[in-house]
């Protein structure tokens, strides 16, 4: 069994992340290669697509989601919003019905309480509501409550979305762009000419496993358990999930805990990397690594949990310091006088030179938003609403 330290467990998924070199060109490439951005915040979204690409722009991500569409906004992982590559949007939509959602009571609309007949008059109306349509959430409500009766209202407008994730897994809707303050919906097909509404869609099962394949590509060494909670799954079946894979995956130690890769990835680690990076919120590289007590140390994860929504989400909550891997600050950003001013909580102490990298990971997200950069250093406080 190879036996490797958290060291180079960092260098490679922050290799593996792009975070280390970013690529060229692209945008793309590192959403395929981190399993797709969270994107229950926009702006979060944009900027860890960002962080991965050399000196992409605000702007540049906004053009590959709305206007070239080569990247699309959707339910996914963990029933939250995701951006994927737009060419993988049915691999994605086929393993989201896998097992997660539609374990319970058998099928998404027993779920939901709904009879067969209803799921599927009301699957048709949001399919005819949005036939060459952009609708918002409350224009969309009404269309398809109009065609199949008033209890679907109350379910399409709630902010929680409850019947829209099982319409966006069955291939009928995805998000479209922001329209004022509101977001909108558009059909994968109409919108992108997407084919991927079930029965166009590969085998839920195989891809499911694929996306695993690539989970412990960019993530591991990873157990059952940090699985279970990437994907949503319960930890019998994420064991289940990686035996299935046999001879593809190994087993190795990093520092006294076990854990499986790609048998194709045992042998291929670097010694240690070094990297300060300035990240968004529900950066994937947070959501996806584990153990948290490794990725989030327990010295700092007190400062962490005390600010803001810490307490209820931990570091992911959080605009991240990440130093080699481990989350070692938290900042804050604010856009004044044509100005991105940047305030940074170091959680450890920062040598001359990694005070230059701080530097220019601010000039970096200056840019990002096409706005010079100021940085300060202090502990962040609470903003007031």
């Not at 109350?154 to 019947?163: F, I, P, R, T, V």
């Not at 040598?351 to 200056?366: F, M, Q, Y």
């Amino acid at each position: 069994m190879n036996s490797l330290t958290w060291d180079q467990v960092h260098a490679r998924r922050l290799a593996r992340h792009h975070l280390v070199k970013p690529v060229s060109g692209d945008l793309r490439k590192p959403v395929r290669d981190v399993c797709g951005v969270q994107a229950q915040v926009a702006a979060a979204a944009e900027l860890a697509i960002g962080s991965r690409v050399r000196d992409a722009t605000r702007e540049q991500v906004r053009a590959e989601l709305y206007d070239d569409k080569r990247l699309v906004k959707t339910y996914s992982l963990r029933g939250t919003l995701h951006v994927h590559a737009a060419d993988e949007l049915a691999l994605w939509l086929a393993a989201m019905r896998w097992k997660p959602y539609w374990r319970a009571k058998g099928s998404w609309h027993a779920h939901h309480g709904l009879t067969a007949k209803q799921g599927e008059s009301f699957v048709d109306a949001v399919r005819e509501a949005l036939d060459g349509e952009c609708l918002t959430r409350e224009e969309l409500a009404g269309e398809v409550s109009g065609r199949v009766g008033a209890w679907a209202k109350d379910k399409l407008a709630s902010n929680w979305g409850e019947l829209l994730r099982p319409v966006a897994y069955l291939g009928v809707l995805c998000f479209g762009p922001v329209r004022g303050a509101k977001v909108t919906y558009v059909r994968p097909d109409r919108w992108a000419g997407l084919k991927v509404e079930l029965g166009e869609q590969p085998d839920p099962e195989e891809s499911a496993m694929e996306i695993i394949r690539r989970y412990l590509r960019a993530y591991g060494p990873a157990t059952h358990q940090d699985l279970a909670r990437w994907f949503a799954l319960r930890p019998p079946e994420a064991r289940e999930a990686l035996e299935s894979l046999g001879d593809e995956i190994v087993q190795v130690e990093v520092e006294g805990r076990r854990a499986y890769v790609l048998a194709a990835d045992e042998s291929r680690w670097p010694s240690q990397a070094s990297c300060l990076r300035l990240l968004p919120q529900y950066e994937a590289y947070i959501l996806g690594s584990g153990p948290k007590e490794v990725v989030v140390p327990k010295d700092t994860a007190g400062r962490v949990f005390e600010h803001g929504r810490g307490r209820y989400e931990g570091a992911v909550a959080h605009q991240v310091m990440l130093v080699d891997g481990v989350v070692s600050g938290m900042w804050e950003r604010r856009e004044k006088g044509g100005k991105v001013e940047i305030k940074v909580e170091s959680f450890v102490e920062l040598d001359s030179g990694r005070s230059e990298e701080l530097e220019r990971e601010a000039e970096r997200v200056g840019r990002f938003y096409g706005a010079e950069a100021t940085l300060s250093m202090g502990r962040l406080t609470a903003r007031k609403r």
